[in-house]
DNA sequence: CACTATTTAATTGCGCGCAACTTAATTGCG
DNA sequence: CGCAATTAAGTTGCGCGCAATTAAATAGTG
């Protein structure tokens, strides 16, 4: 089927991996110049990017275990673990043991660590600007991004054994 | 101006600071579920993400300066140094200091480099269908991205003196 | 009850990604 | 020419992100 056309198929190839190079770099230099802006923002607030993930989820939902964070921002306690220690050290987190559970801990912002929420809020205005975007733009981005997300979760794990 | 409605600028803000935590997650998460596909499938050529791009550019430009490598994909000395010598000792690159100019070194796939693309020829295709795209869909999505790419890295620089 | 299986965090190891610094070569200017 | 400024790689240090492993607590089963 495919030995019909050698010649065109090769070139096509050719043509994928062109492609495949654009969109992996987009993807990559978008992710990366993202962090790069929060990098900047965030700075003032002592916070890395993925540090004040964790707060934004600890500010909407208040006391969470480790495993429930992990589930909301799709990391392990790989990540997590010493990521919360050093909140716990900058005095933002609180990490305690679970009495009903000993195996959970539960992480919940201190005073400082609410507190610092005031600050947050004008960032979001700020890296709205930074993107030049919309707010529909902004949803419509969301939208594909999670679709494309769920695809390629799932492909992942068809992948894996070693399909095709 | 905005005093006017403290209130109502409050609830805004906090619902902006909702909106940016699913923005955020959303990015953050698509990344890391693209690099997750891609470690899958590389696994097998041996190449983590970043090593794999690099190749796609050698692939592409035959030998390039470390400097020229670094504008293409957007990365520095302090990353690349310590991949290339890592793609170096997996037999799939040389480096050499340019005669030209001392300061360079190029880098230049070797015959098991170049060879090596035969084999990841067939990837795009697989990361094309884990991501249930068309390739309009992807085009239009390359296109954004790199739109943002631009907005907010020329907002970062804007960004850093302290700008409001 | 004893004993295995499962669940939850933490730890270890490795590869980015980036800031800050160092070293060496080249350029440019007086 | 001589010497400071610039440029290119490399090095160091730190924080993710993830795979693999470990340790401890709980759940489930005979």
Redesign the interface.
Known sequence: MTTEVPQGA?AQ??E???????????????????N???R??LKELGLT??Q??VM??L??HGETPVKKLGE???LDSGTLSPLLKRLEAAGLVRRERSMRDERSVEVRPTEQGTAL?AR??????????????TLEE?HE??T??????T???T??LE??PGC?
Chains 1, 2 share one sequence.
């Open positions: 090769a190839d050719a994928w991996l062109r492609l495949d190079r654009q969109i992996c770099f987009s993807l990559h230099a978008a992710s990366r110049a993202f790069g802006v929060y900047v923002v990017y993925p004040y993930l934004l989820v500010w909407e909301h921002l799709r929420r947050a809020l004008r960032i979001p205005r700020r890296i709205m600007a930074a993107t030049g975007l902004v981005l969301h594909r991004l999670d679709r494309l997300t695809a390629l979760d492909a992942a992948e894996t095709e």
